[in-house]
């Protein structure tokens, strides 16, 4: 880039901000979950495979620490855990445990990575894997996540994340085979914490 | 020249020229592999071909360091291109997505080949129900969206389970796409040479491509590290050479500079060399014509060996005047050369011995040691004074002489303290005991230890670490090989479950027997068969039986699919575990196992293996009448190694006979063979007395090294002994000369290979630090023990 265009688009991004600050805009709900830290929640989650007549359930907690780590414990139907510190993952079920990368996954850990992404409202972080795109406004707003890259899209279609000031509700994953998990998120009573 | 000089010459030149001829052809190799046993045991036998031949050998890891994570990711990424297109590799894994997804592929396309779980009874109604009953429920699980996606083709789970044992207890850590160390600071890849171990120039020159490669991606801030027994001989061969070579010109420089001070005359220099030109020469024909190649490590201790010839032309230039004066020279022949024919034959007499070595390494340096020393002490006899010029003089040395009789007479005065240092000597190696050798390989190593610690990390990085244990499975085909690997697999499967390994590679994982493949296609069912199971599988599940048409189209295709053999692997990046860990052997005697299957063993996270455990546990587990062996990979290659040493123990032990008998039998007398042995005797015991009191265990080469010291002293002890009987026509000045000439002779061995001791290659300086004192021992107490001159007698 040369050095004018990057002036210029120094320039373009300060007016943009200037103009987006009179509106709710993607740098303002990052900017409020960024500011909510850490968070514990309990989700339940339905998984719609086209094959199966029904969707598959499951419930579990959902636990943030900023700024980069994520624990999901499912405790239904059976009780398993999948831990995301970095970019290092470990899977416990029962006595096993299994250690990998987000690398080692189909879709490179996208999808798991854009739940992190909101919770921690690191937006660089978003944009570096999706097409970041905001609809609706502060009381009742949606974030729409499409994989920037085209060997990501063979796996995933899109990420829909709704919510509510700076309150995450719903987080919806569209696979390109059809599979699609809708995961409903609760704020954990305060005095209730799961540890 | 007289007519007969002539005719010397004339053959000496043809000699010669067939030397140089054979010595050309010769060809020079450095692997590992002339230093093992010709006739080891089986199971030696196969450790051997592993690091002759085997992948595991022509393994290279490579790591990029600098830069960014981007940076270095992009570069494996651009360098496994590069190198996938090149033949001289056959295998190069990065962990990119592009092997990832082949192997991915790979394994889904042959779920029901390769899946243990795949019997007749999961492919029955309850079986079915209640895999695909497991399945839906993993789809619940916080990783279960992969699950989800194989769901429609593999309800029964096998590839998931597949992908879990696909690579193995431990994966590289991958950063930015591909493999990466658990820092994360460095890019991992894993490369496969075509060439084997023994084809060390090959290597070299795939090494050379990879280096080359990686420059070609110009990425100055990113620095390539490369490590393996590719690399490691690469290593050796270089620091050997380069240390011999910087080493061996500062010694020339040194002896050379000695020696013009004592000639002052650069053709007698030039001439002084001649004799050790020819042994060098006659050595490398000699072994090429009997070995059909020279071994790096015998050419550079054979060259060091050749140091006696050093001596050989001064004790006829100064000793004889160079041999033009007719009546001096006739004096050397008859008096002076017997004297130093003994030594020369004393000295073939102990290298004699190595000859009847196992190890081709030894047996090459002893055929190297005495075809030089012949040629060099010829060359010195009969040809050398015939090239000495006309105007010869031999500078003037009487008063060097006169000092250095003063010296010997106050050695002879101290001559009974002799005992002092043997006994102390005597007592620290009795004091050690069995402490005095040691029995490990790798202090011969001539590799740095940055070297040694930079593969055992990066070893550990990528999940190959060093094995020590291996279950090897010998068979005379490759499906016995196989169906081995399977019935031991077995035994080994319930340590793993109790705990007492960690893990079991297998190459069965992989490639199954043909018989347990065709035991799997024959528990699948037909498809009509398959979907009226489901419709009763599937009653209680939210699943219709419709909707698995991918399923049982599979199922299908499996039934009638052409067996997996090693040939189907081709792309993906099991073929270079499956290359690993199923060998066909190369050349084997008829009758003997051809095919090798190979299960290394990973032993448990805390503590060892144990043995004994895993002995009980394959006992049995024979089939087709050979049973599986347990190697143990380090304590077969020290076993080697101390077998080796044993053998040269005892091979020194009998030249030390050889050489007394000798002796005795040519100087038939007591004093004489007393006064001759004596010192020799001291020397080695003093100079092996201080390696150990200065912490050296002694090794190998330290032995050769003493065989060295006796070799050389042996002609100060003759030639001194010689030197102090009264015969005719011997006038003081000759004896000044021969005093004189030992004491040069002494000084350039003691700079050549004093010089050897400051090396850091273990193998230069071990041998250094022996000769070097050795051979100033020898002379001292050859000197001392001599009896004196007969006119000093008088002055006493």
Known sequence: MTRLARALSGTLLVLASWCAATQWSVNDLMAALAARGSADATFTERRYVPVLDAPVQSSGTLRFVAPDRIEKHTLQPRSESLLLAGDQITLRQGQRTRSLTLTDLPDNGLAISSLRGTMAGDLAALRRGWAVALHGDRRLWTLSLTPASQAVTQYIEAVLIEGREDQIDRIEIRQADGVRSVMQIMPAPQNDKPR | ?796
């Not at chain 2, 490369?226 to 001989?233: D, I, Y």
């Not at chain 2, 009847?356 to 040809?383: D, E, H, K, M, N």
């Open chain 2, 1 to 796: 020249m007289s007519p007969r000089g002539r005719t010397t010459l004339l053959l000496w030149l043809v000699l010669l020229l067939l030397v140089i001829w054979q010595a050309a052809r010769t060809p020079i190799r450095t692997d590992l592999s002339v230093f093992l046993p010709r006739s080891p045991a089986l199971d030696q036998q196969i450790l051997i071909e592993q690091l002759r031949v085997g992948a595991l050998a022509r393994l290279v890891l490579v790591g990029i360091d600098g830069g960014t994570a981007e940076a270095r990711a992009q570069a494996s990424r651009d360098l496994a291109a590069t190198l996938r297109a090149d033949t001289q590799f056959t295998q190069v894994a990065n962990g990119d997505g592009q092997s990832l997804q082949a192997d991915r592929a790979f394994v889904f396309r042959q779920r029901y080949l390769l899946s243990p779980t795949v019997d007749a009874a999961r492919f029955s109604v309850d079986g079915l129900r209640t895999a695909i009953g497991e399945t839906i429920e993993a789809v619940a699980a916080p990783a279960g969206m992969l699950a989800a996606s194989l769901l429609p083709r593999d309800p029964t789970g096998e590839t998931l389970q597949l992908i879990d044992t696909l690579s193995g207890p431990v994966t590289p850590r991958r950063v930015a796409g591909v493999w990466a160390t658990r820092d994360g600071e460095r890019a991992l890849l894993m490369v496969g040479l075509r060439a084997p171990l023994i084809d060390s120039d090959a290597q070299q020159r795939a090494l050379a491509t990879l280096d080359s490669r990686f420059d070609a991606l110009n990425q100055p801030e990113l620095r390539l590290l490369k490590t393996g027994p590719a690399v490691f001989a690469a290593v050796s061969r270089e620091r050997l050479i380069t240390e011999a070579a910087v080493l061996s010109a500062l010694s020339a420089l040194l002896v050379i500079s000695l020696l013009w001070l004592a000639y002052r005359s650069v053709r007698t220099l030039a001439l002084g060399l001649v004799p050790v030109g020819c042994g060098v020469l006659a050595g490398i024909a000699a072994v090429g014509a009997g070995f059909g190649y020279v071994h790096g490590v015998t050419l550079a201790f054979g060259v060091t060996m050749m140091g006696e010839a050093v001596d050989y032309a001064v004790y006829l230039f100064v000793q004889a005047d160079g041999g033009r004066d007719p009546g001096r020279s006739a004096h050397w022949r008859q008096h002076l050369w017997p004297a130093l024919r003994l030594g020369t034959a004393t000295s073939i007499a102990g290298f004699a011995v190595l000859l009847l070595s196992g190890f081709p390494g030894l047996a090459q340096l002893g055929l190297f040691a005495i075809a030089g020393l012949v040629a060099a002490a010829l060359a010195t006899r009969y040809g050398l004074p015939l090239l000495v010029p006309r105007d010869f003089r031999m500078r003037d040395v009487s008063a060097l002489g006169a000092r250095l009789d003063a010296c010997q007479q106050h050695l002879v005065r101290w001559r009974h303290w002799i005992w002092l240092p043997c006994l102390t000597a005597a007592a620290v190696i009795g004091w050690n005991g069995n402490q005095i050798w040691q029995r490990e390989l790798t202090a011969l190593s001539p590799l740095p230890i940055e070297t040694r610690q930079l593969d055992a990390a990066l070893r550990s990085d990528v999940g190959a670490p060093d094995v020590r244990y291996v279950v090897a499975v010998p068979a005379r085909d490759r499906e016995s090989a196989l169906r081995g690997a399977e019935a031991s697999v077995a035994r080994l499967t319930p340590l793993v479950q109790q705990g007492a390994l960690s893990h079991v590679d297998a190459p069965t994982r992989w490639l199954p027997s043909e018989a347990t493949q065709r035991q799997r296609q024959a528990a699948l069912p037909s498809a009509d068969e398959l979907r009226s199971r489901l419709q009763r599988a599937l009653r209680d599940l939210p699943l219709s039986p419709e909707k698995l048409q991918g399923f049982v189209d599979d199922v299908e295709r499996a039934r009638q699919a052409p067996l997996l053999t090693p040939e189907s692997f081709a792309g993906t990046s099991l073929a270079l575990a499956l290359q690993s860990l199923l060998v066909e052997r190369e050349a084997t005697v008829a009758g003997e196992p051809s095919w090798l299957a190979l299960l290394p063993l990973h032993g448990p996270p805390s503590g060892s293996v144990d043995v004994a455990v895993i002995r009980a546990a394959l006992a049995g587990a024979e089939v087709g009448g050979v049973a599986p062996l347990l190697l143990d990979m380090k304590a077969a290659t020290d076993t080697m190694y101390v077998d080796y040493l044993r053998e040269a123990a005892w091979l020194s032990g009998g030249a030390a006979i050889a050489i007394v008998l000798l002796l005795a039998v040519n100087l038939r007398s007591l004093p004489r063979l007393v006064r001759v042995v004596l010192p020799l005797a001291a020397a080695v015991l003093c100079v092996v007395g201080g390696q150990l009191l200065a912490g050296v265990r002694l090794t190998l080469l330290h032995l050769v090294g003493l065989l060295l010291v006796v070799a050389v002293g042996s002609n100060y002890s003759l030639l001194l002994d010689q030197r102090s009987r009264a015969d005719p026509g011997s006038t003081a000045a000759d004896a000044t000369r021969m005093l004189v000439s030992v004491a040069l002779a002494a000084t350039t061995t003691v700079m050549a290979f004093g010089v050897l001791a400051f090396s850091s290659v273990p193998v230069l300086s071990m041998i250094g630090s022996t000769v070097a004192p050795g051979v100033v021992l020898a002379f001292l107490f050859s000197a001392a023990l001599a009896q004196p001159v007969h006119r000093d007698n008088e002055r006493r």
